[in-house]
C-alpha cells in the first residue's frame, strides 16, 4: 500500500505536466540561487518532465536495490522504516516540482523559506530510516568502518539517525528565517556527515584494539 501511494505522486507528477504544458512558456526557470534568484533554465520539455522522469528511474531503482543487495535478507527487519522514506522521498519531489510548476506561472514567493519545511520533513524520515536500517550495501551510513562490523553499523545509525532528525528541526527555522535557510540546513548535514564518518572510525578502532 506505502509503496502505491509513492508511485501515486510519480503518477501525480506526470499528469500535472501534461494539464500545465499550455500555459508554461517555451523556457522555464529550473535553478535558483541562496538568494532566491533564477540562475539556470531548461526547455520546456525538460522542464516539465524531467521531474516526472527522475521519479521513474528512482522509483525502479527503491523497489529493486533491495532485492539486489547481498544483505536482502536485512531489509525486511526494516521494510516498513524504508517504504515510510519512499513516501517522503517522492512527495518531497513532487513539493519541489510543484513550486517550480507555479513559479513559471509568475507566482512570486520565496523559493528557499517554501523549501524549508519539506527539507525538514525529509530529513526527519532520513533519520528515522538510519535509525532502523540493518546492515546493507544501499541505505544508512555506509563507511570503512561500518561495514566492517555490525556493532560499529547499529552504533553509528544509532546516533546518525538522531542527528539527521535533529537537522530536520534546525531546518525548519529557515521558514521564521529565510535569509538564513540555506545555512540551518547545509552547515547542520556537513556536521552531521563529517561526524559519523570520524564517529564510526572511532568506534572500528576502538573495538579492533579490544
Not at 518532465?49 to 523497489?63: A, E, G, N
Amino acid at each position: 500500500m506505502k509503496k502505491l501511494i509513492s508511485l501515486l505522486f510519480v503518477i501525480l507528477s506526470f499528469l500535472t505536466a501534461f494539464f500545465v504544458w499550455p500555459n508554461m512558456p517555451n523556457l522555464l526557470a529550473s535553478h535558483w540561487g541562496i538568494n532566491n534568484e533564477v540562475n539556470g533554465y531548461m526547455t520546456k520539455f525538460w522542464g516539465l518532465f524531467f521531474m516526472p522522469i527522475l521519479s521513474v528511474v528512482m522509483y525502479i531503482l527503491f523497489l529493486f536495490l533491495p532485492k539486489l543487495d547481498p544483505y536482502k535478507k536485512n531489509f525486511s527487519e526494516f521494510q516498513n522504516h524504508y517504504d515510510n522514506f519512499m513516501i517522503a522521498i517522492f512527495g518531497f519531489l513532487f513539493y519541489i516540482y510543484l513550486l517550480t510548476i507555479f513559479w513559471n506561472l509568475n507566482y512570486q514567493f520565496n523559493l528557499i523559506q517554501f523549501l524549508s519545511p519539506a527539507f525538514s520533513l525529509l530529513f526527519y524520515f532520513t533519520g528515522d530510516l538510519t535509525s532502523h536500517a540493518k546492515m546493507n550495501w544501499f541505505v544508512g551510513i555506509r563507511t570503512p568502518w561500518t561495514m566492517s562490523s555490525p556493532i560499529v553499523w547499529q552504533k553509528t545509525h544509532a546516533i546518525g539517525g538522531k542527528l539527521f532528525k535533529l537537522v530536520g528541526l534546525i531546518s525548519l527555522f529557515g521558514v521564521i528565517f529565510p535569509e538564513l535557510a540555506f545555512y540551518l540546513l547545509f552547515i547542520p548535514i556537513v556536521f552531521t556527515v563529517i561526524f559519523v564518518f570520524i564517529y564510526s572510525y572511532i568506534l572500528y578502532s576502538r573495538y579492533n584494539q579490544a
